[in-house]
């Protein structure tokens, strides 16, 4: 099976289904970015602070990292920033594409793999911008030992990633205001469906996500070569139960710190 191919499939058929995360940012939010007047976020609900970011874009060179759907890369494209947007989805790609072409901007669009990115040469960017995605990688350290290779010195890494306790719920009792607790972590989609079931649900063109811990995602970012320098909480908006309870997503600010 190979996950990334399912992966982009799945996320090409979110593209055709209007999901909210592969909705494009409108003209009136291109504008107000032109102005300085720009946010983006990075998990669900809440803008990335202003301070994370240096005082100005203009001329930084910008990875958005399995950021594809015309939402973060064309905001900082406008705000003044060289940016290059990579994504496993070909038609999350084309929403990036379609913005620019829209609002007469220039970014590159790559379609790519978040855990090879060969394409790159050592220490390209001054940023990389990587919302929550990286549930869809089996391991998550190749993510963060590639952003630490292609960025610059001092270069700061952005990333929105899934809280690991969100996964040790029923899913489909969680929707119905039930929370109960039948899964461990780290595991996958796939490890929650009776076997045969498996193939059914391949076949249906759905992701495969990936439970982390919070371990993976924050120590594998140190020994990866980052220092934390920012951190914070978000939630589904109230959608969710969970809501009630706790925070299911987190964001991190982290510097790359050569020894």
């Excluded at 499939?9 to 999901?19: H, Q, R």
């Excluded at 929550?132 to 292609?150: G, Q």
Aim: hydrophobic fraction near 35%; charge should be negative.
């Amino acid at each position: 099976m190979n996950t990334t191919q399912q992966n982009s499939t799945a996320w090409d058929k979110k593209v055709e289904e209007g999901s909210r995360y592969t909705k494009s940012v409108s003209s009136e939010m291109i504008e107000r970015s032109r102005n300085d007047e720009w946010e983006i976020t990075v998990t669900t609900e809440k803008p990335v602070p202003r301070n994370w970011f240096p005082y100005s874009l203009k001329g930084l060179k910008i990875l958005c990292l399995a950021s594809g759907g015309g939402q973060q890369a064309p905001i900082l494209a406008a705000a003044g920033a060289d940016v290059t947007v990579t994504d496993i989805s070909k038609k999350q790609l084309e929403q990036d594409e379609k913005v620019a072409k829209r609002e007469g901007l220039t970014l590159k669009a790559i379609q790519g793999d978040m855990v090879d990115l060969s394409n790159f040469e050592d220490e390209s960017f001054d940023m990389i911008i990587n919302p929550v995605s990286n549930l869809f990688v089996k391991d998550v350290h190749p993510v963060w030992s590639e952003a630490s290779r292609v960025l610059k010195d001092r270069g700061i890494l952005i990333t929105g990633f899934t809280n690991p306790l969100l996964w040790i719920f029923d899913d489909t009792q969680e929707r119905k205001g039930i929370l109960d607790v039948k899964h461990s972590i780290p595991s996958s989609t796939l490890d929650y469906l009776p076997e045969d079931e498996v193939q059914d649900y391949l076949n249906s063109h759905q992701t495969i996500e990936y439970a982390h811990s919070l371990e993976d995602q924050m120590q594998g970012q140190i020994d990866a070569g980052f220092v934390i320098a920012g951190f914070y909480e978000d939630d589904f908006g109230g959608t969710r139960i969970l809501d009630k309870y706790i925070k299911t997503f987190i964001a991190t600010r982290a510097l790359k710190i050569k020894v």
